[in-house]
């Protein structure tokens, strides 16, 4: 398998009310999606065109702390000014996603209400503009409590597959994987963010050459349970 990876650029700032489905068709005009792309969309764009922006009122900090406590649903550790926060998501996040890089001054930027119906919605508008079946990622940044450096992951799937189940299958000397999940949304949401970077306003991007799977998945099948999480 060999995946190419390419910037959407020309996208321009968006806004409250702005058609991102209709942004991004005109901006990957230049790519002509084909059936089997998916395309990778930052969380903040969506974000800004859903209106899930809140205008900062009063001491920025202690309003920001204040925004970041009513939207988790859980407190799960705090040292100085970072908070780790559950979302009413399931996401165990830095800050409950409240952010203020790539915000318009005087104001944070939310996590979508619900971002995999936001690829949903996404995806088939792009389908029906490309006549093609597409995959949609909708990205945020995360940090990992074992390892330093932020990564981008998957918060929302539409059209290709969130987890690769490989419990069963054979290891190349023949022994049976007993346990093997592979976060592939996650790793293709990584892998775009590479050529979006953090800086350069490149919102999305386009990954052509990855087999979506049998399966389509959902971003929250990446959450895992708390019954399941050995450090809460």
């Known amino acids: ?94 800050n409950a996603g409240v952010d203020r890089s790539n915000a318009e001054p005087g104001t944070m930027v939310l996590l979508p209400r619900d971002p995999d119906q936001s690829a949903h919605r996404i995806r088939l508008r792009l389908q029906r503009h490309f006549s093609a079946d597409l995959g949609v990622i909708i990205s945020d940044t995360f940090g990992r409590p074992w390892r330093r450096g932020l990564t981008d992951v998957a918060i929302g799937v539409s059209g290709t597959a969130a987890i690769l189940d490989l419990k069963g299958e054979k290891d190349w000397v023949g022994r049976t994987l007993d346990v093997t999940e592979v976060a592939v949304a996650d790793e293709l949401a990584s892998a775009a963010d590479l050529v979006m970077g953090k800086a350069s306003g490149v919102p999305a991007a386009l990954i052509r050459g990855h087999e979506p799977g049998a399966v389509p998945g959902r971003g929250s099948d990446l959450v895992r349970p708390v019954d399941e999480d050995l450090f809460r």
């Open 1 to 94: 398998m060999t995946l190419q990876i390419f910037p959407v650029t020309g996208i321009g700032a968006v806004r409250p009310g702005d058609d991102v489905a209709g942004m991004l068709s005109e901006a990957l005009e230049q790519l002509r999606p084909v059936s089997g792309d998916i395309i990778v969309v930052t969380h903040k764009i969506v974000s800004k065109a859903e209106g899930a922006i809140v205008e900062i009122e009063g001491d920025e900090e202690q309003f920001r702390k204040e925004l970041i406590e009513s939207e988790a649903v859980s407190i799960v550790r705090r040292r100085g000014d970072l908070i780790i926060a559950e979302t009413r998501h399931g996401f165990v996040c830095a």
